[in-house]
């Protein structure tokens, strides 16, 4: 018996230890699952997007496609597979948007959905933990052999999809199922040390979410293992077997000895993710060295204003540094939705609010972009010029980038929040409440906002008891700068700070790292406002930027505008825009959803029909919210306007 007792006791020590956080982090991140949504600018969003944008989802990816019959076809071991080889993905994907949705916008029908699908894909796993329906209904003998075939991006989406699930619903079947996969992938590569170089990437960041979530460290060591094999000529596939370019999925180096970006951009944001969080557990040199540089690298020399990134179509992602063509942009809406994943994990690692800034940057236009008002029509790329042939479309071939905005817009919760052992974060301005846990004690945390439209922010701060702690407010960097690094600047300088009080009276705060810091004895009801002062901005481009030369963009708080023609014959790229230019800004509830415009008078240059002779006269000119346009039709759009009459022309 007391030998019994023993063993016991020493299993549950070692149980203990697997799972102790022996971390580096400082800062985590509040979860979406803590957070309830009642901004005036999101809750519409995420409502539409729980409706419209899911119904679309669904609707694709269990009856216009094959994609939940091939689990019931794996189940069955038999049958032939349809689609891609990386449709799972798409299915694990609309179930992170639908955890996420029912957050704050519960459905019973859609919850009973969801549960049958998940039932499928549990019984499609394998005895082994294996999951994937392509090799499962093609050859199951050839499972790991091809590094390009998406099993272990598939995974990756899995697991995020259990953990998301769970937090939403209390209901593990689909974590349970994702927990087998990471088990069995870890006993094929890390446990026997076989190479496998990931064709796209995503596992890592993947398996950091199950370390965070379960506190297991075979989670953060196996992460780490898939992000060592990196950069040692061992990838097998079509990327280095017949395009001969590993740089393509960023395995040209080790990743701590990665300095520039490279390759596919939704690849490169889904690695650097990991690797951040990595690093941010770790504090490892060598990564954080990395991240830093290929940060800068990205951020200095290849992000669109919008926060886009990728400008090639035919790598689907970056080219040569400043070279930013604008019609031609290829800015995959998964991209931006990847920038806000990495910029997320950076501030983690730093504690820094430029990262926020840049992820704040992407969220609010180049990724929300990529969904329609009425949130069942989407972009793939994202340019930031057009001639009037693009528009969205109802669905893919290729399906990431619907589910993925789904899943973002829904989590948005996910980056409002912070937490460190002595502070609480606020990062984003977005109307909500949570309870941060510090210790023993519960913060209670209120915030209300105009924000985007006004800069007006009121949080109500309440600590189950008094206590000594700081309050990190972000100071927006679009106050003194469009954006960090050399690539744009205002025309005219800018250095507004914000009028920050407490209880009604100014307080005395530092600035840390982009953060105002307020330390105090904070008490129940405390009430922090900070008015942002918000006025139109011009901006311009680094001279290195060519396609931008003699054109300026305008921004107001952290959107970008845009002007888009209209069907009485205006043509956009025919619009100068003087630096002498007036502007006003109005709230029109009633034009696209509700937003703020930017009004002003400009010289407009029609061209005779015999293409000879030019004339200009002066017409009221309304600029939009770039992440609003396409919506009344394809019109001709431009962010870049020219500043003479020699720029008519639209910019490529």
Request: aromatic share 10%.
């Amino acid at each position: 018996m007391k030998k019994n007792i023993f063993i016991a006791l020493m299993f549950l020590s070692e149980m203990i230890a697997a799972h102790a956080q022996s971390s580096s982090q400082k800062i985590y991140p509040v979860n979406y699952s803590e957070v309830t949504i009642t901004d005036a600018f999101w809750k519409p969003k995420m409502e539409t997007v729980a409706t419209a944008t899911i119904d679309a989802c669904v609707n694709y990816t269990q009856n216009k496609t094959g994609r939940i019959r091939n689990f019931e076809k794996a189940a069955q071991h038999s049958g032939k597979h349809e689609g891609i080889y990386y449709d799972d993905s798409d299915v694990y994907k609309a179930i992170e948007a639908i955890a996420y949705s029912l957050k704050n916008h519960p459905n019973a029908a859609l919850e009973k959905n969801t549960d049958k699908w998940i039932d499928k894909i549990a019984a499609a796993q394998l005895p082994d933990g294996y999951l994937n329906t392509y090799y499962e209904l093609t050859d199951i003998n050839k499972r790991w052999t091809d590094m390009e075939k998406h099993e272990d991006y598939c995974a990756g989406h899995l697991i995020e999809a259990g953990i998301a699930y769970y937090n939403t619903t209390g209901k593990d079947k689909l974590l349970k199922t994702a927990i087998r996969f990471a088990d069995h992938i870890d006993s094929v590569f890390h446990q026997q040390n076989r190479p496998w170089v990931s064709g796209h990437q995503e596992i890592e960041l993947a398996l950091m979410k199950l370390y965070h979530h379960t506190k297991n460290k075979k989670y953060l060591e196996l992460s780490d293992w898939f992000l060592k094999q990196r950069g040692h000529g061992n990838g097998k596939g079509v990327i280095w077997d017949q395009w001969k370019d590993p740089d393509y999925c960023q395995d040209g180096l080790p990743v701590k000895d990665q300095r520039k970006i490279t390759g596919h951009a939704v690849r490169a944001m889904y690695l650097y993710t990991g690797a951040a969080d990595v690093a941010a557990v770790t504090n490892d040199a060598g990564y954080i060295t990395a991240m830093d540089s290929i940060w800068q690298d990205v951020v200095f020399h290849h992000m669109y204003i919008t926060g886009g990134i990728g400008a090639q179509g035919k790598n689907e992602g970056f080219g040569r540094p400043y070279d930013l063509p604008n019609e031609s942009a290829y800015c995959e809406t998964c991209a931006s939705v990847g920038m806000v994943f990495w910029n997320q994990r950076m501030n983690m690692l730093s504690g820094n609010a430029k990262y926020i800034d840049v992820l704040e940057r992407s969220l609010y236009n180049g990724a929300l972009d990529g969904l329609s008002l009425s949130g069942d029509r989407f972009f793939y790329g994202n340019p930031l010029a057009s001639g009037g042939g693009y528009a969205r479309s109802e669905w893919f071939g290729t399906a990431c980038c619907p589910s993925n905005i789904a899943r973002l817009v829904s989590s948005v919760g996910n980056y409002i929040y912070a937490s460190s052992a002595n502070a609480v974060w606020i990062n984003l301005f977005v109307g909500s409440n949570t309870v941060v846990q510090q210790g023993k004690n519960n913060i209670a945390l209120a915030m209300e906002t105009g924000y985007p439209w006004k800069g007006n922010v009121k949080l109500t701060v309440s600590p189950s008891k008094k206590s000594l702690f700081e309050v990190r407010l972000r100071i927006p960097g679009w106050l003194t700068t469009p954006a960090p690094g050399d690539l744009y600047h205002y025309a005219e300088q800018q250095n507004d700070q914000p009028v920050i009080m407490v209880n009604g009276e100014k307080t005395a705060y530092i600035i840390n790292n982009g953060y105002a810091v307020i330390k105090r004895n904070w008490k129940k009801g405390d009430v922090v406002t900070m008015e942002l002062p918000m006025k139109v901005q011009r901006i311009l481009s680094n001279a290195e930027v060519k396609q931008n030369t003699s054109r300026v963009a305008l921004q107001y708080g952290p959107m970008l505008y845009c002007i888009e023609g209209e069907k009485d014959g205006l043509k956009s790229g025919n619009i100068i825009l003087p630096g002498s230019t007036i502007f006003e800004t109005d709230y029109d509830a009633s034009l696209l959803g509700g937003v703020n415009t930017i009004r002003f008078d400009a010289p407009v240059v029609a061209v005779g029909s015999n293409g000879l002779s030019v004339s200009t006269s002066t017409q009221k000119i309304t600029a939009i919210p770039y992440y609003t346009w396409n919506n009344r039709g394809a019109n001709d759009m431009q962010v870049w306007l020219p500043v003479s009459i020699q720029k008519i022309s639209i910019n490529e």
